[in-house]
């Protein structure tokens, strides 16, 4: 995939919070793609009846943001998103918004937050070990984005930057969800059919609605942020769906056991299935995982 070298970036969308202080520490809700597979993870390796998400390290610092001034000097066109990772994360983030901006009547722009080791957000505080996660709370989106290097060296991903794209888009599928209520809808439930399975689902369908549009969806002065996607770019996608389905976490990095009853975010062929539909599609509303029998 390839940006468009002359498009102009919108780093207001980011906050950049690296080297900033605050508590690491986990509170209530909010957690998106990864976060509670990888407690998943954290619980079945930990031994001992499970472990407890990270917490309790007490005020390491004062609220001094650090570096945003430094990324919007970086990141300021697409050739710096062809150049710099974070720049490109910047890119995904303002591709995705001008696609649900354009798509979804009302929408309401989020933050994403870039942050390291741990972070405050409305939802509590939260350490990198969660993965990137959306907080319904205070409506925005939170990142270590060392997790995409994580994502290859830990999970096996072939990665790839459209992977962290589809990433991205999955946490602001969230946003979407929030915004349209169906979040409050859904418990805390775990099972194949589950609500929360059917969330997260929902989510991916919408991640693959956004890449069928990615060529098209604009930047501030209407021109085309991302200039290519090839069938590589989709396949590695798909790739990294497979490897965040709670059957193949159980399977490879919790004990070689696959227990269904706790499954939270659908199974590597479900989450494959519904990023297809959505990107197949293009079309958001073929993403109601809730009005169906078949989640695949």
């Known amino acids: 995939m390839r940006f468009n070298e002359g498009a102009d970036l919108d780093t207001s969308q980011v906050t950049d919070q690296r080297g900033m202080g ?5 509170g209530g809700g909010g957690l998106g793609i990864l976060g509670l597979v990888i407690y998943f993870v954290i619980s079945q390796l930990g031994g ?5 998400l990270p917490s309790g390290f007490g005020d390491i610092g004062q609220n001094e943001q650090v570096g945003s001034s430094s990324l919007a000097e970086r990141c300021q066109t697409g050739a710096d998103a062809n150049r710099e990772a974070d720049c490109r994360a910047v890119a995904f983030i303002n591709s995705i918004q001008s696609y649900w901006t354009g798509t979804l009547d009302g929408y309401q722009p989020a933050e994403t937050n870039f942050f390291s080791g741990g972070v405050q957000t409305g939802c509590g505080n939260a350490s990198s070990a969660v993965g990137p996660f959306y907080c319904p709370a205070d409506n925005e989106v939170y990142i270590d984005l060392g997790f995409f290097q994580e994502l290859t060296d830990r999970f096996g991903a072939q990665g790839g930057p459209f992977v962290e794209g589809y990433v991205l888009a999955h946490e602001y599928g969230h946003h979407v969800q929030n915004l349209l209520g169906t979040s409050k809808n859904v418990g805390s439930d775990t099972g ?5 399975v059917r969330l997260e689902l929902q989510a991916d369908c919408y991640a693959g609605a956004w890449a069928n549009h990615a060529t098209t969806a ?3 002065d209407g021109e085309p942020l991302i200039t290519e996607v090839t069938q590589d770019d989709i ?3 798909l790739d990294a769906a497979s490897r965040i389905g709670d059957d193949y976490i159980q399977k490879e990095l919790g004990g070689g056991k696959v227990d269904t009853t706790q499954f939270s975010h659908g199974s590597s062929a479900q989450r494959q299935k519904w990023y297809t539909i959505g990107y197949d599609s293009g079309d958001p509303n073929r993403c109601d995982t809730f009005a169906t029998d078949d989640l695949g």
């Open 22 to 26: 605050g508590r690491i520490a986990v």
């Open 48 to 52: 001992g009846g499970g472990a407890a």
């Open 192 to 196: 194949p059919t589950s609500g929360s």
């Open 218 to 220: 604009p930047d501030a």
């Open 235 to 237: 396949a590695a996608a």
